[in-house]
């Protein structure tokens, strides 16, 4: 057989798309680029953004009534070149949608797209009411993506306050921007931001608006999509400035209302609330100086306190104990140092305050040992000039230096136990007075030199 004779098996050129038609129940047609090997749900998943109609409510036809099975190709099912494919819709929707084409909004208002007028039909009687809702708002939401497509801006107003949700998706995850995108629909884009659509959601392609519009060859739309995008950026950044600006702000205006809540009333009434000292010394006729000096003004009363320390000891009680003093110190925060140096720091006071104890201890302890050694060296002087008079004269007879130095020794021996001192040497003198029978010695001169 020559190579004329040869039959033409291959009707399609695989190397360059085609175009078919595509009749939308039976009002309007659209020429699309097909391949041989397309497979009839690729098919419906672009015609969704070529018509605006959803996936899942699409039927295909071709020929005849038969619809075609989605895992069949556009070869499979003798599709040829420039041949026609009707696009067809469920019976539950075939009259929601026609009226949406048309822009019929009065007759779509009745077909079950609003919650406020009545609706029913065998499907509807046998759902809840919660099921009914969702289902009323999905099929708003079909008239919406056919208004973007239509470029029906009254019919989108009427429908939109219907359509709650702004992230309500088609089946394949597209939202009416996907749709506005893909066909170059830049004004629809600017309305569908303006009303809320999110510009940057994703299909389950992993597509956004911008992407289609570039896959379809839409550069006005893209570069409109970008901008918008761009801006979108430059207001989440100031944003995100302002609110940092914000916290620092209030982060200090807690610092200073952490300051002032520091504050433990007033010296008269410690239970006083901060509030309520600033409103009085603010307001000169609620307030009228202080309880002592009612011409005081408010002025110097707001010094004084800010000086003003709780530590009674350091001005009015000498006698006070460092222990409550250290207490009074640590519980006071709005401490200004003492009356005398108010540039003191409530650490150093508190310091001096607990050393105070121990430094008077050791000055008495020291006082108390120097008044021993002392003693201890009068007695031992007392005790040499008694000695040569024992030697000399064991008989000592009544005198008067012998009782004045009698009454010496008593009141020697006297401060030495005030002080726990033993004076053992002095009970032995004075001993040796009492067994001694008195003599005068003013004769013998060495005695009355060394008593005397």
Request: hydrophobic content about 30%; charged content about 30%.
């Amino acid at each position: 057989m020559s190579q004329k004779n040869k039959p033409n098996t291959k009707r399609w050129n695989d190397d360059h798309p085609t175009k078919i038609r595509i009749r939308v129940v039976g009002h309007e047609e659209y020429t699309v680029n097909v391949s041989l090997d397309m497979r009839v749900t690729q098919l419906r998943k672009m015609l969704e953004l070529a018509t605006g109609i959803p996936y899942n409510i699409q039927r295909l036809t071709y020929l005849d009534a038969a619809e075609l099975v989605d895992n069949s190709t556009l070869e499979d099912n003798d599709v040829v070149p420039g041949g026609a494919i009707d696009l067809l819709v469920w019976p539950t929707w075939s009259n929601l949608v026609e009226k949406a084409i048309m822009g019929q909004i009065a007759e779509i208002m009745e077909l079950g797209v609003c919650y406020d007028i009545p609706f029913s039909s065998p499907i509807t009687d046998y759902m809840d009411n919660e099921t009914k809702m969702a289902w009323i708002e999905k099929r708003a939401f079909v008239v919406l993506c056919i208004g973007v497509h239509q470029e029906n801006v009254e019919l989108c107003d009427n429908i939109l306050p219907l359509v709650k949700n702004r992230n309500t998706r088609t089946p394949l995850g597209r939202t009416p921007l996907h749709i506005a995108a893909s066909q170059g629909k830049s004004d629809m884009l600017k309305y569908l931001l303006d009303k809320g659509f999110k510009l940057h959601a994703k299909d389950k392609d992993d597509k956004k608006a911008i992407d289609l519009a570039s896959l379809f060859g839409h550069p006005e739309s893209e570069r409109f999509l970008f901008m918008s995008a761009w801006e979108e950026l430059r207001e989440k950044i100031g944003s995100c400035q302002k609110k940092k600006e914000t916290a620092k702000s209030m982060k200090k205006e807690e610092t200073v209302s952490g300051n002032v809540s520091s504050f433990k009333g007033s010296p008269i009434n410690p239970e006083e609330k901060p509030e309520t000292m600033v409103k009085k010394l603010s307001t000169r006729t609620s307030f009228k100086g202080s309880h002592t000096n009612p011409e005081e003004k408010p002025e110097t009363m707001v010094k004084k306190l800010s000086t003003r320390t709780s530590v009674k000891g350091l001005s009015t009680s000498s006698e006070e104990k460092p222990g409550t003093m250290v207490k009074k110190l640590s519980t006071r925060t709005s401490f200004k140092g003492s009356p005398t140096n108010p540039e003191e720091k409530p650490e150093t006071m508190v310091k001096k305050l607990s050393t105070r104890t121990s430094k008077k201890s050791l000055k008495k302890k020291r006082q108390e040992d120097v008044h021993v050694d002392e003693m201890e060296e009068e007695i031992l002087s007392i005790d040499e000039e008694i000695k040569p008079v024992k030697d000399v004269c064991p008989v000592i007879g009544s005198c008067q230096n012998s009782d004045s130095f009698r009454q010496y020794l008593l009141a020697l021996k006297k401060q030495c136990r005030n002080f726990g001192y033993t004076a053992s040497l002095i009970d032995d003198h004075l001993q040796w007075l009492d067994n001694v029978k008195y003599r005068s010695f003013h004769h013998n001169p060495v005695i009355s030199e060394n008593i005397g």
